[in-house]
């Protein structure tokens, strides 16, 4: 018996081809009641195919059936796709008599009428349409399709992302900061220094990481570690955020524990206390002021490097030039000697001219210990309040040139109020001075 595939073949065959029907019957009567039979066993045999292929319920073009539809295809110089060919298999078991009389907009899988409407939009528009989503949401659309993917990936969205997302950041660091990779012209993408240094993604990552960090803290936790001594000073102490010191050594608080406090061993200089973490890592911290409490008090808007006691001036440097310089106090450079880590405190609700007027005193400090570079120095930027006005990471990491430090370093967003943010950064310190 001849297939059901190419039995429509038969019917309709080619105007090259020698009709089947010419020498046999001459009367036209005869003939056309021949061929009303044929008909009618074709769609008998239709019948049966789509009951035993159940076409209908299914999405699958098989069988014969399906390489006829190819052929027709090819005929219209069109590439058979899964699409097409469920489009053309319902409307060829509906009437196998308009398959060949089908419109070239059938054949064509981009049809504009199938097409979603957002795929016709013109790039710039579609690329304005994705500006508006955060990165997160620019991820999530990626997943959609190829040509999505493609649109969420473009340099220029990126870069307007990481610009607009960059003073959000409450935490920088050397190894997370867009502008160490924009002036050293890495090669990354603007994509993936924001994957790099984004807060949000660092804290997704530690969360996979979660079980592996816990079984390794668990195993460290057998090892002998020294308690690191670090080092308090800046500018943040002796301004509106000056209470950070009581609340951290004073004040019962959830956050740190206080163990012991111990004396000072360079001319009284270096006293403090012994803290502990909640979890469980203790370090010895000592808090360094540029006067007395009474000088704190009494006088304002004074000049801090002038009337600064752990830096004494410097009218000539050692090149012959006149510029001012400040240099530590002997007592001072003793204990920078047998420090771990520091921790300097801004007031991030003054003014970025503020702020960079007192790098001279980091650097100051840091200078002494520059052939340690496994030192860490930690930037406390704090506000009195949550409702304070902040300065942003990211100029703070500015006005300080952190970027020219030869050290590990760290900028943290911290609330004195509530000491938010507070032991995140101290817990830095104490596994950046375990890694030496």
Known sequence: MMSVAHMPCTVTSQPSQ?????????????????????????????????????????????????????????RKNVTPDKSTLERLQALYLKDSSTVHMLPDSVYNNENENNTPRFNRLPVNL????????????????????????????????????????????DVLSHTANPKLYQETESELTDKEVYFKCSPEVQQCQRQELSTFHQVSQVLKSFLPKKAPRVAMFGPG?????????????????????????????FEGMGAGMTMKLPSGNNFHLTVLYTATKREREMTQNRDRLATNKLLSKQKQNQDGSDSETYELQQSIKDLCHTLDAFVFVVDASC?????????????????????APYVPVLVLSCI?????????????????????????WLVRDAVVDSLSGVEKGIQWIVDQSQHK
């Open 18 to 74: 020698e009709p089947i029907f010419s020498h046999e019957y001459q009367d036209e009567t005869v003939l056309d009641a021949e061929i009303s039979n044929v008909l009618n066993s074709v769609k008998d045999l239709l019948k049966k195919y789509r009951m035993y292929s159940k076409a209908a319920e299914s999405s699958v073009v098989s069988g014969g059936l399906q390489q006829y539809l190819i052929r027709q295809l090819k």
């Open 126 to 169: 579609k690329l304005h349409i994705f500006s508006f989503l955060d990165a997160q949401g620019l991820c999530q659309a990626s997943r959609v399709c190829r040509g999505w993917c493609q649109l969420t990936s473009d340099a220029l969205l990126w870069q307007r992302r990481l610009k607009a997302d960059l003073p959000k950041w």
């Open 237 to 265: 102490l002796e301004t509106n955020t000056s209470s950070i010191v009581r609340k951290m050594l004073y004040e019962d608080n959830e956050t740190f524990q206080r163990i012991a406090m111990f004396p000072g061993q």
């Open 351 to 371: 003014s970025a001219e503020t702020v960079e007027s007192s790098k001279r005193e980091l650097f100051a400090m840091i200078n002494e210990r520059w052939l």
């Open 384 to 408: 009195p309040e949550s409702s304070s006005h902040r300065l942003p990471a990211s100029d703070v990491v500015l006005a300080l040139d952190l970027c020219e430090l030869n050290r590990p």
